[in-house]
């Protein structure tokens, strides 16, 4: 990925795979289908849903009729809780160095880090999972 932004693989899968759950409100849905709809191992899936389940955004029913469910209604989940829930605390730091290893006196991109991870935490708390759910494409029932 070549990118200035990196989310970790996991933090990305929770926020999609979280969409997805937002989209059927009404019945909890097994790992296999969201897996199968977003095309990812079911494996590291199940890792995730238990990170999020640690952080009581999602919890899972037992038996056939089983599988995961939002905690709460999409329109009070923000995209910076589930990030946060996978990755822990979005950063503040503002140099792409160790502080304790970085010996200059000032940075050049000190601003332009700090002012990006300012605008992507107000982004991700700013957008619910019911703001993401206008893809029609992955609302289909599951199988």
Do not use: W
Not at 11 to 26: G, K, Q
Not at 71 to 84: C, K
Not at 96 to 124: E, F, T
């Amino acid at each position: 990925m070549n990118t200035i932004l990196r989310i970790s693989d996991a933090a990305t899968l929770a926020m999609h795979a979280t969409i997805v759950l937002s989209l059927f409100p009404d019945r909890p849905l097994k790992v296999s289908d969201v897996a199968g709809r977003l095309e990812v191992s079911e494996a590291h899936l199940g890792k995730v849903f238990q990170r999020l389940a640690k952080a009581d955004l999602v919890k899972s029913r037992r038996g056939p009729r089983g599988g995961f469910f939002l905690t709460r209604p999409a329109e009070d989940v923000t995209l910076l809780e589930v990030y946060e829930a996978v990755d822990g605390p979005l950063s503040e730091s503002c140099c792409l160095l160790d502080p304790k290893k970085c010996r200059l006196p000032g940075c050049l991109l000190a601003h332009l880090i700090g002012r990006l991870h300012a605008d992507v935490r107000s982004y991700l708390s700013a957008k619910t999972l019911a703001d993401a759910c206008g893809d029609d494409s992955i609302s289909e029932s599951p199988a």
